[in-house]
Structure formats: C-alpha cells, structure tokens
C-alpha cells in the first residue's frame, strides 16, 4: 500500500479548524508539538501515541484529545494505516472554547450514537450547519469507559489477532470455544481490556480496512472481499454508519486529495 498520505479541510474559522486525513500504514512521526488544542477522532484503522515513555494504543474507533505545546509521536501500525477526523482549537481564539488542561492526554473507545450523527453532519455540512455540527460534538466531551491498565492475557491477544484477520471467518461463538472460554466472558473480558465488545471490534476492524484499500484505489466491490465483508452492500452499511461516508464518496474524497 505504501507509506501515503492524504488530507481535506473540512471546516475553518478563525478560532479551529477541522481535517480529514488518511495516514497510510507505516507512517509515523517522531516527537513533535502542536500549537493548538487538538480533538481527534479515530474513524477507521489503528495508531499508537507516545509521550515520555507512556504508550496509547487505539485499534478501533476512538475519540483522543492532547493539549497545545503537548510533545508526543505516533505511529500508524498495522495494515490499515489510520483515518482521523481532527478538530484543532486555537488557545485564545473563541473565549466559548474550553481549553485543554496540561494533563488532558486522552484516548477512550468512543462509539455513543448522538455523537457519531453529529460527526456524519459534520462531514455532511457546510457552513452554518457545519459550524454548529462542531460546537455540538465539543459541548459532549468527557471521559470515556475506563479500560484496564494491566496487559491482555495471552488467550486474549490470540483472540483479537483473529478478528483482525480478515481472512478468518469463524463467528465469535466459535472463537470463544476453540479458547475454552464461554461467549460471554470472552465479551466481557474483551470490553474491559479493549473496550469495545469482540463483535464490534471485528467489524471495525474491517473497515479500517475497506478504508485503506479504498484510499489507494481499489474498487468497492474488490475492497469490500479483502477487508471480509459478505458483500459490497454490507460494506457500504458498516463504512456509512460508522465514518458518514459511503465508499464511493471516501475513495473519490480521499484520491481527489
């Protein structure tokens, strides 16, 4: 796929800014700093984000939020690069903005419905409507489901490694068998280490995918087989519900950049 990048601005003012970019897999970006407050949101594929040691991990959708002047790098890993919706806050600019505290590095699991809508909006909108599809999704900030801080055991990150695989069509059902877990203390267990349940894990993970196939070109229907969808419809479903944008719309917003 190649290391690429590829970025449109969404919506400016004179106070934030607002991007869509795809990072393809392999990029990275050592120690840096930005001098705006910046709430990003993970809508396809997986990152990791450093700062003085400290490691965030995000394999799924997500919401992360990192202060102006904070020093950190990341990593687009995996197969699927990442594709992240940011929105960049000038200190100062717009006294309605809340700013960032110092120690407001954040990233959580972020899947609650009104805000997803209000980020379809969003990419939806123009204008006014955009304007007001922005201050909606900053008046809900907050914290997220808390995750455990201790490492996944071994049974469990041979699970997600299957459900990263697109290839492995076994049901989760199954998966949890051949584990010698049951079902539901494989969601459990799963949610609280990675904070989404195994099912919805594995579906965004296939649309991390048809995103990065996508962004280098690749038809739809040929997308929607490699990322291992049923079909190209079901592709479409998963991709809209979960970026606001359908295939055909992504792959010419992304190639058009």
Known sequence: MGCM????RVYETDALNVKLSYYGPGLGMGAHSHDFDQVSFLLGGGLSEGHGGTSREM?????????????????????????I???????????????????DWHWSPDAPPDRMCELHALLAADGDAAGDAVADLLARLGPGRKTHRTSPPAWLKRIRDRLDDPADPAGIAAIAEEAGVHRVHLARVFAAHYGVAPTAYRLQRRVGRAVGLLATG????????????????????CLRRQTGLTPGSLRRFLLAA
């Open 218 to 237: 690749s038809a739809p229907g040929d997308a929607a087989a490699e990322a291992g969808f049923a079909d190209q419809a079901h592709m479409t479903r």
């Open 5 to 8: 990048f590829r970025t449109r």
């Open 59 to 83: 394999h799924q959708r997500g919401i992360g939020l990192k202060p102006a002047g904070f020093e950190h790098d990341n990593r687009y890993h995996g197969r699927d690069g990442a594709l």
């Open 85 to 103: 919706l940011s929105i960049n806050l000038r200190p100062g600019a717009d006294a309605a903005l809340a700013g960032l505290g110092p120690d």
